[in-house]
């Protein structure tokens, strides 16, 4: 998976909404990463944050297409990688990083993925990837 790209809930959600302040460059992302044909990929705890984002923000009729028909393959978490993200903001305790994206790190760092699509400054804090939509914004 090492060309492969983790898509963050919030690139998906400024993808779908269109009010969304990142909604262009967001689009502009997804086709060139469709065009460079990437491998994508979600979390299982992505999938979960990105519903009720997309619940909250643009309905439940959106929401639940998208939970039905979403294209990305989604990756369970595995027991270790969230004790590994238990640790992570164990050991960043200054940091206000959810579990969601603890979890992310923690698995982009054992299945080698170097990039990440997001628009949240935590993949930033992070600071061990690539990260689509902070670079490009």
Request: hydrophobic share 50%; aromatic share 8%; net charge positive.
């Amino acid at each position: 998976m090492k060309r492969a790209v983790l898509w963050d809930s919030s690139a998906i959600l400024a993808l779908i909404d269109r009010d969304d302040r990142n909604h262009e460059t967001a689009v502009e992302i997804g086709m060139g990463l469709a065009k460079d044909k990437r491998p994508a990929f979600i979390t299982n705890y992505i999938e979960a944050e990105t519903h009720a984002l997309l619940l909250r923000r643009v309905g439940r009729v959106v929401a639940s297409r998208w939970l039905l028909t979403a294209g990305l393959p989604v990756l369970d978490a595995q027991r270790n990688e969230v004790e590994a993200a238990r640790l992570l903001i164990a050991r960043f305790s200054d940091k206000d990083w959810s579990l969601c994206d603890a979890i992310s790190f923690a698995m982009m760092q054992k299945r080698a993925v170097r990039t990440a699509f997001s628009f949240d400054h935590h993949f930033g804090q992070f600071g061990n990837f690539n990260v689509l939509g902070l670079t490009s914004a």
